[in-house]
């Protein structure tokens, strides 16, 4: 698995692919731009393919290790905590 994360474009590249498809689709539903009433029924294959692409990107997405390890550490803490407070509310 790979630990490192990923490069600061690649977060553009994923929501450019989402704002893409979701400009393209709204575009041609409500006011069709020059050319896309030519396409068609291609438009929506467009669409899907940029969701593809949003969805494949996004798979991949790699965030900060080290808020992974942050979070991690945050449960870890919170298990023990609420473990001695169960015990100690149980003894009484």
């Given at each position: ?7 600061p474009?690649?977060?553009a ?78 003894a009484?």
């Open positions: 698995m790979n630990d490192k994360p990923s490069p474009w690649f977060g590249l994923i929501l450019g692919s989402l704002t893409t498809a979701t400009i393209w689709i709204l575009t041609y539903t409500l006011s069709p731009l020059p050319g896309q009433h030519a396409l068609g029924g291609w438009n929506y294959a467009i669409v899907g393919a940029l969701l593809s692409t949003f969805i494949a990107l996004s798979m991949r997405w790699h965030g900060d290790p080290l808020e992974k390890s942050r979070r991690e550490a945050r449960s870890a803490r919170a298990e023990r905590s609420g473990a001695g407070n169960s015990t100690a509310g149980s009484g």
